[in-house]
C-alpha cells in the first residue's frame, strides 16, 4: 500500500493528512507539490488538497486507496469535489444527480436528470481536473437510498478531452477568485464500474443489495472537515486585516489633535482604537477556536475510525455554526479594516480588497450561513429537550442540563439580583452562558406555541426561524468567549498572560454592548452596568494602545504573505507605494496608444 507508505514518509496519521489549503502547507514542504500551487491565494488545485483528498482517506475503502490515492498524490489523478448544483447547494437532500445501479454489468449510471441537476460552482472543475467526487442519489433495486459520494472520470487521462457523456466547462466570471476554474458538469448516461462509489461505510454489493452506514452523516464528513478549517480560514483572514490596519494606523498621522501640535498616529484616536481593537480581540479568540476545532476534528475522527460514532451529531452542529459565527464576523471586520485605513484601504496595493474578495464567499460555500445556523438550532433544540425529559447531556451543551436556566420567559431585570463582574472572565463567561441556555429555551418554546396553534412541525420551525438563528449564534458566541477563556489556563508567561486577558475582556464586553438588548433582557445584566461595561472598554483601550503592534507582529505574517503596501513591517508606506503605483501597466509607457487612438483625432474633429 504505497499510499500508507507516503503517510508514514511524513510522519503523520491518515486523519491529520490533509488540511484545507492554507493548512496543508504549513504540514508538507512546499517542494512535494508543484510551484503552481500558491499556499495564500485561490488556486485549481484547491479541491484537489482540501477535499477530493481527504474524501478519499475518509470514505474509500483499503482497495479503492490502493486504486486512487497515489495517482492523486502525484497529480495524475487531480479532482474536485462535485456536490452543489445549478438549483440546489445547502440543502442537500434535494440533489437531483442520480447513480442508479445496473446489476447486469454491474456499473452505476449517472445522471443529470434536470437542468438544475447540473452541477455548478465545483473549483478546479471547468478545465483542470480530470476526476470528480460527484454527490448523487443513489437508486438500487427500485429503492433510492439518499446521498452517496462517487468516483468519476470526466476527462481523457492522455488527451484531457471531456469523456463519453460528460459535459463540463467554466461558469465564467465571479466577484472574484479569477485564478479559480469553477465549473459545470452535466452527466448524460456515464456509467462507472461498481468499485467507484465510496464503500468505506455504505456499500452496494454485486447483486444490488444495500448495505448502510452506521450513521447519515458519515457522507457529510469532508464537508464538516472544511467547515472545521473555515474556522481557521476565518481567523487567519482577520488576523491578516487586523495586521494591515493597526501597522497603517501607527504610520498614518491625521488632523490636529491639539493646535500647534504635530499631527498624532490615526492609532492613538479613540474611534480609530474603538473600531480596531475589538477586532484584534477577535483574531485572538478566532485563533484559538480554530485550534480547538481542528483538535476536536481529528480526535472525533479517530473515534469514528474506532467504531465510536456517538459525537459526530455535537461535531457536524459545532462545525456548521462556528462556520458561520466566524465568517460573519470576519467578512464585516475585513470591510471595517479597510474603511480604518481611509482611501488607501480602496488600493489593492493595501490588500485589503483581495482578502474580502477572497473571504466573502466563505459566507455561502460549504453552507450558507443562515441555513448552518438552523443546522446548529435542530441540534440545540434537541438537546434541550432531552435535557427537559431528564437525559445528562455532555460536551459542549451540557449547560442546556442546568435546571435552573429553564423558564417559559425571562425573568425581569428586577426579579433577582445581577452578580455578574465585568472585571472577571469566569463571571462573563457565566452571563454568556445563561443568555445562550435563555435563547436556546425561548426558541424551544416558540416552537412549542406554533405547535399548540395547529401548526405543523414544517411552519412551527419556520415560523421560529429568527429565534433560532439568535439562539445558534448566542450559543457560538459563549463558545468563543469560553474557549478563549480557558485557553489563557495554558497561558504560563506573566506578561502574556495579561495582554491576552485584556484582549479576552475587551472580546467579552464589547460583544455585550453589541448584543445589550439580550443580556437586559435576561435580567443577566443592569441598564447601570451597561454604562460601566462602556467606561471599561475605554479603559482596555488605552491598555492595548502600547502592545497593538506587536500583537499584530505576533501572527507572524511576513510581508511575501500579507502583500500588503500599507501593513508593511518596515512602516516604509509611502516610498513604497509610490514605486507599486510606478509599476502599473498604464504606466508601461509615457504616451497611452488610446491617445493617438481616440483622443487626438477627437481633438482634430472639433
Request: glycine share 6%; proline share 6%.
Amino acid at each position: 500500500m504505497k499510499w500508507l507508505l507516503s503517510l508514514h514518509l511524513f510522519n503523520l496519521p491518515p486523519f491529520l493528512f490533509c488540511h484545507y489549503h492554507l493548512l496543508f502547507f504549513s504540514v508538507y514542504p512546499c517542494h512535494a507539490w508543484p510551484s503552481c500551487v500558491h499556499p495564500d491565494r485561490p488556486e485549481p488545485l484547491d479541491l484537489h488538497l482540501g477535499m477530493f483528498l481527504p474524501t478519499l482517506l475518509n470514505q474509500a475503502t483499503p482497495e479503492q486507496m490502493d486504486r486512487f490515492f497515489m495517482p492523486a498524490w502525484n497529480l495524475e489523478i487531480i479532482g474536485t469535489y462535485a456536490q452543489t448544483e445549478m438549483g440546489h447547494g445547502t440543502h442537500l437532500r434535494g440533489l437531483e444527480t442520480t447513480a442508479t445501479y445496473d446489476p447486469a454489468t454491474q456499473e452505476f449510471v449517472l445522471n443529470s436528470p434536470t437542468v438544475s441537476s447540473i452541477k455548478w460552482w465545483p473549483g478546479g472543475l471547468g478545465k483542470t481536473s480530470n476526476h470528480a467526487i460527484v454527490l448523487a442519489q443513489l437508486y438500487t433495486q427500485g429503492n433510492c437510498h439518499g446521498l452517496h459520494a462517487f468516483i468519476v472520470p470526466i476527462r481523457d487521462m492522455s488527451t484531457h478531452k471531456p469523456l463519453p457523456g460528460i459535459v463540463v466547462g467554466d461558469i465564467g466570471p465571479k466577484f472574484g477568485f479569477n485564478e479559480v476554474d469553477n465549473g459545470f458538469l452535466k452527466l448524460e448516461n456515464v456509467r462507472i464500474p461498481r468499485e467507484n462509489m465510496l464503500m468505506k461505510y455504505a456499500k452496494v454489493e454485486p447483486d444490488g443489495s444495500y448495505l448502510k452506514p452506521p450513521s447519515a452523516k458519515l457522507t457529510y464528513g469532508t464537508m464538516v472537515f472544511v467547515r472545521s478549517m473555515i474556522v481557521v480560514v476565518s481567523a487567519r483572514a482577520l488576523a491578516k486585516s487586523c495586521t494591515i490596519a493597526i501597522r497603517y494606523s501607527a504610520v498614518r498621522h491625521q488632523s490636529e489633535m491639539r493646535p500647534g501640535e504635530p499631527e498624532p498616529q490615526i492609532i492613538d484616536y479613540q474611534t480609530q482604537q474603538y473600531k480596531l481593537f475589538p477586532l484584534l480581540a477577535m483574531a485572538y479568540a478566532f485563533n484559538f477556536v480554530g485550534q480547538y476545532m481542528n483538535q476536536t476534528y481529528h480526535r472525533i475522527t479517530g473515534d469514528i475510525n474506532q467504531g465510536d460514532f456517538s459525537e459526530l451529531p455535537e461535531l457536524h452542529a459545532l462545525s456548521a455554526g462556528l462556520k458561520a459565527f466566524t465568517t460573519w464576523e470576519t467578512n464585516s471586520a475585513i470591510e471595517v479594516c479597510r474603511m480604518s485605513c481611509g482611501g488607501h484601504g480602496y488600493s489593492r496595493s493595501s490588500a485589503l480588497p483581495d482578502i474580502y474578495v477572497e473571504f466573502t464567499p466563505t459566507c455561502t460555500y460549504e453552507g450558507e450561513n443562515t441555513v448552518m445556523m438552523l443546522q446548529t438550532a435542530r441540534y440545540l433544540v434537541k438537546s434541550y429537550r432531552q435535557a427537559k425529559e431528564g437525559r445528562q447531556l455532555s460536551g459542549i451543551v451540557s449547560y442546556l442540563n442546568e435546571a435552573e436556566h429553564r423558564r417559559v420567559q425571562p425573568q425581569p431585570v428586577a426579579a433577582r439580583p445581577t452578580v455578574v463582574d465585568i472585571n472577571d472572565l469566569a463571571s462573563l463567561v457565566e452571563v454568556y452562558k445563561l443568555r445562550a441556555a435563555i435563547l436556546v429555551e425561548l426558541a424551544a418554546k416558540s416552537i412549542q406555541q406554533e405547535l399548540q396553534r395547529r401548526k405543523s412541525q414544517e411552519d412551527a420551525w419556520n415560523n421560529s426561524a429568527i429565534d433560532l438563528v439568535r439562539a445558534s449564534d448566542a450559543h457560538c458566541h459563549y463558545v468563543v468567549v469560553k474557549l478563549f477563556t480557558d485557553k489563557l489556563g495554558e497561558v504560563g508567561d506573566t506578561a502574556i498572560h495579561s495582554v491576552l486577558s485584556t484582549l479576552a475582556l475587551l472580546y467579552a464586553l464589547h460583544g455585550i454592548t453589541k448584543n445589550s438588548g439580550d443580556f437586559l433582557q435576561a435580567g443577566l445584566i443592569n441598564p447601570p452596568q451597561v454604562l460601566q461595561i462602556s467606561g471599561r472598554i475605554k479603559e482596555l483601550l488605552s491598555q492595548l494602545r502600547p502592545n497593538a503592534v506587536a500583537l499584530v507582529d505576533a501572527f507572524d505574517i511576513n510581508d511575501r504573505k500579507l502583500n500588503s503596501v500599507l501593513g508593511r513591517y518596515d512602516g516604509n508606506v509611502y516610498e513604497n507605494m509610490f514605486e507599486w503605483a510606478r509599476r502599473s501597466p498604464l504606466n508601461s509607457t509615457e504616451v497611452h496608444e488610446s491617445f493617438h487612438k481616440y483622443l487626438k483625432p477627437l481633438r482634430s474633429k472639433l
